[in-house]
Structure formats: C-alpha cells, structure tokens
C-alpha cells in the first residue's frame, strides 16, 4: 500500500485543511451563500445608520458620540455571525447528509471544532469587511480607526460567538435537526442583556448582574467608552477575557456530554428530525 | 500489490457491454478468502448489548469476520443490524460486550482503526454542491491518501467515472452516486469496509456490476468486507459467512452452505422467511401467555 499512516491519535492540521477546503469549495461553488453573508449585515447598517443619522440631527448627545449605533451594530453583528457562521457550517453537513461519512472517518470531533472555528472567521471576513467599508462613506463612520482595541473587540467576540455555536452544535448532535432552530435564533436571546445599543445602567437591577456575567457586555461597554468618552477601559476587556475563557471552557465540557449522551443514545446515526 | 500499481484494478464498465469481455467479467461464484499472517481476526464481536431504555437493540451479539473474507449480516427491519454496524464504527456506544477490529478494541483506538476501515451505505450522502472530485479531495485529505489526485485518476478509471469527475455530486443518478460512494469507501484501501445495503435502489444491471467490483477489490487487496443487506441473492453471491439476526439476537450463522443445509431449503431468502416467521410466532405465543 502506498498510503502514509502517522500516528492517528495526534490533532491533524492536514484534516482542518480538508475540511476548511470542504467548505471553501462550497462557498466558491455557490454564490447565492456569498451572497447571503454580505445581505444581512448591509441590511443591517443601512436600517440602523439612517436611524443614527436622524437621531443625530435631534439630538447633541448623538451627534457628538458619531457612531455609537454603527459601532454597536458591527460589532454584534461579529458576535452573531461569529455563532451561525460555526453553527451553519455544522448545519451543511446535516443538509447535506454528510455527517455520517464525516463522523466515520478519522476526523477527530476537535478537528472538526477546529475546521469550523477557521471557516466562521472566513464567512465573518467576507460578510463584515464590505460593510465596514461601506459605512465609511455611507455614515462617516471608520470602525477600522478604533485601532488596537477593535482587534481586541473582535477578538474577544468571536471568542463568544465560538463558544455558543459549540453548545448549539452539541445539541444538534444529540438532537437533530430539530434543534436546528437554535442556531438561528438563540443568540438573539443575548441581544437585550448584552446590552448591544444601551448601557448596563438601562437594565433593571435584577437583570444587571446577569448582564456582567456575559463576556460581550464587558466588550460592549467597552465600544461605548470608546467612542463617547474616547477612553480604552482595559478592565472591561480584562474580564471579557476571563470570562471568555470561562464561557468556552464550559461550552467544552458541554459539547463533549452532549456528544457523549450522542454515542449513548444512538444519534449520531440519525441526522434527522 | 498496491492497489494503484500499474495493473487496472478493474476492467472500465464500458467492457461489460464488449461482447467479447463480458463473459469474463462474470464472476465465477465466490471469490477465495485472502489469509494473512494475522492471527486476530479483522472483525470479533462478543456479546455485545445495546439498550435504549428497555429496548433490546442488540441483546448478546457474537461474531467473526476473518481476514479477507466478507460476511453478511442479515436481519429483518429493526433486527439491529444498523445498530450493530454504528457500533462497529464507534458511533454508538455499546451497553455491553467487546469489539476487537483488527486485533484492537473499538472504540478504544477508535482514530487509529478509522484510518485503516471505510464505510458506504446509501443513506449517507456527499455534499451536493461539490463536485465529484472536490469530495473525493476532501475525503481523500481527510484519509490522508498519498499521491491523492493520482488515486482518484485510478478508482475514476475503474469506476467509470472519469468523466463525471468534474460534475456536481447532486447531478448523478443513484447508480453514478453509488459508484461515487464506492469509489470513497476505497480511497484508502480500506483493510476493513463495512457497507450497509450497498445495492439498495440500484437497478439490477449497475447491482451487479457493484458486485463484481467488490468482489475483485477483495481478492485484489485481502480486504475484509462486512455487509448489512436485505438482497438475499447479494449475500449468497458475496459471503463467506452469514449472520441472521432476529430482534437484536443471533438467530443463525454459518455458511450459505450450512444454512440452507439446516433449514433444508435452496435459498437463503426461504431461510430469511423461515427465521422471520418463527420470530413472528414466537412474538405472538409471547404475547398470548402473557394475557
């Protein structure tokens, strides 16, 4: 046989590489989903900066603070798109139904994770960079000049976005493609006690603790010092971070009980209803 | 030999329909098992359970698979033969018993034994949108296959696909798709392929020719070939070995031969009938001693 066997336990970048290449050929061999993922964002950033500049003709606080909508709006749609850029790629195979001839073969489960986190940051550029750039001429409005922080930002977003796509996707294994709702809609769950377009302080006392227990409200917080008091509240990206960390770590463990109740209950073979 | 020596591993389908090669691409009846040095067989199930609650899936399962040779296993719908095949894999985590596959447990060394086994069944499909060679490229990565692209030139010569190689998989017909799925299961020489229902919804014609396929990859490369199939004539053709399951239990094994000997019938689909109808009565004398 003239086939190479390396050691089989160890993580394979080779088989990331094949299934990012998997889902590249999907997305080049299709342009109606490139095309849906710069839709939703414009969408968005038309819908919301036509509100910002109307509010910002009435008003000296939003006039002053240029952008605060825009910014708010870019940067949950990173969080969103971070999510169903993951949960969707998982979703392809489960259309497709592939995910038996993936589950069979030795891509390991953390390859797979891997391969999906690559492909959301593939989807997430293609969907995001054409709108930042749109706004500057549209809006006046540069993300791009938020400098080191954004990559922060962006950083610390995706790293949350990751982390529910890899809870959502554990439960699509264990459940099928009933649960596909999920990965559509629960991170708009977040949306109101993430604080997107208005402060902590806004939200009744009983839900603000909720709120800081959440890594994005520490980054939203952050965008809006940022761009209203032209401060860089490293504290707040400081726990984001930690509790980033915290947040991926347990959607870990979550991923590998659902998987495991997966094996148990027979699931994996069904990528059914 | 390597199975992308020099030699065709199978003659392109094209001859089928070449007066003069056809009858030689019949198969004779039953290819010769292939024997190793090996002592382990390729496949050994014992006792092995699976429960949903309280339902038996599989209730005390044993079995062997010896090197190069192909086994059916044979079984009703619901009798677990699927069940059995997920377990094999490692998808499905037993309730009890032991799988050894090539000498190793499954699902123990679960990622070194999937890269020396394939899998093909007809209820899995390969993305649409990709063409047939963007999903062989994928798998064959995925596999890790030498010398990948001129592997795929091989197995799309033998398997009549070359010229499809650049269609989209959603394009084929079921019989060009179940030839795609073939020409996967073997990218990587698998030592070890377990097909379920290989033939299901194949005309006649390309069934056959399925058949003959496998049989030469067999007796080309020593594999050893589990099939979970309700097509009785496919299993006589292709087994040396039988298992019928009955309600997630053995209800029979042995060879064709044995089987139709003990049964006293001529043909394995009056066995499948005989073992079916017997589970059915059973069932109902069950069901009357418990009112």
Not at chain 1, 55 to 75: E, R, V
């Amino acid at each position: 046989m003239s086939r190479t066997r390396s050691p089989s336990e160890a993580f394979s970048f080779a088989r990331v590489g094949a299934m990012i290449l998997r889902y590249w050929y999907l997305l080049s061999n299709s342009w109606p989903r490139v095309i849906e993922l710069v839709y939703w964002p414009t969408v968005q950033l038309l819908t919301w900066g036509y509100v910002q500049l109307y509010i910002a003709q009435n008003s000296t606080f939003f006039a002053q603070a240029a952008g605060l909508f825009i910014g708010a709006l870019l940067l949950w749609d990173v969080l969103l798109r971070s999510q169903q850029g993951f949960a969707f790629a998982f979703l392809e195979e489960m259309w497709s139904r592939n995910l038996g001839n993936l589950l069979m073969s030795p891509l390991k489960p953390s390859e797979f994770v891997a391969s999906l986190m690559a492909i959301s940051l593939v989807r997430l550029t293609i969907g995001m960079v054409p709108v930042t750039i749109l706004a500057i001429p549209l809006f006046g409005f540069n993300i791009w000049g938020l400098g080191l922080p954004l990559v922060a930002f962006f950083c610390l977003l995706v790293m949350s976005g990751w982390a529910v796509g890899l809870v959502i996707i554990g439960i699509l294994l264990r459940h099928g493609l009933g649960a596909e709702a999920l990965s559509w809609s629960l991170m708009f769950l977040l949306m109101p006690i993430t604080c997107v377009y208005s402060p902590v302080a806004m939200l009744p006392s009983v839900l603000q603790p909720i709120a800081w227990a959440l890594p994005p409200t520490h980054v939203f917080e952050g965008m809006r010092a940022l761009i209203v008091e032209h401060t860089v509240r490293t504290d707040l990206l400081a726990s984001a971070a930690a509790l980033d960390v915290v947040w991926f770590a347990a959607a870990v463990v979550a991923f590998h009980r659902l998987l495991a109740a997966a094996r148990r209950a027979g699931s994996l073979l069904q990528d059914g209803e | 030999m390597s199975i992308i020596g020099s030699a065709p591993l199978f003659r392109p389908r094209s001859s089928l329909y070449n007066g003069t090669a056809a009858a030689t691409m019949r198969p004779t009846r039953r290819v010769t098992a292939v024997t190793t040095d090996a002592p382990c067989p390729a496949i050994e199930v014992r006792d092995l359970v699976k429960h949903y609650g309280p339902v038996k899936a599989v209730d005390g399962v044993s079995f062997r698979l010896e090197r190069g040779a192909t086994l059916g296993l044979l079984g009703g719908n619901g009798a677990g033969k699927t069940t059995t095949i997920g377990m094999l894999m490692g998808l499905i985590e037993a309730s009890g018993g032991t799988i050894s596959i090539l000498g190793e447990p499954m699902p123990a060394a679960r990622a070194r034994l999937l890269e020396r086994m394939n899998f093909e069944s007809p209820y899995v499909d390969m993305p649409h949108r990709l063409t047939v060679r963007q999903n062989l490229t994928v798998f064959g990565r995925l596999y890790r296959v030498a010398n990948l692209g001129e592997r795929i030139e091989r197995l799309a010569a033998d398997f009549d696909l070359t010229s499809l190689l650049d269609r989209r998989a959603g394009r084929l017909s079921a019989g060009q798709k179940t030839r795609v799925a073939l020409t996967k299961a073997l990218l990587n020489a698998p030592e070890v392929l377990l097909l379920d229902e290989p033939t299901a919804s194949l005309d006649p014609d390309t069934a056959d020719w399925v058949r003959t396929r496998l049989e030469a990859y067999r007796a080309e490369t020593g594999a050893s070939i589990l099939i979970a199939s309700h097509n009785m004539p496919e299993v006589e053709r292709l087994c040396d070995r039988v298992v019928i399951l009955a309600a997630g239990r053995v209800a029979d094994q042995g060879t064709p031969a044995e089987l139709l000997a003990r049964f006293g019938r001529d043909s394995l689909e009056e066995v499948f009938l005989d073992v079916a109808r017997a589970r059915r009565q059973a069932v109902a004398t069950d069901e009357e001693s418990g009112r």
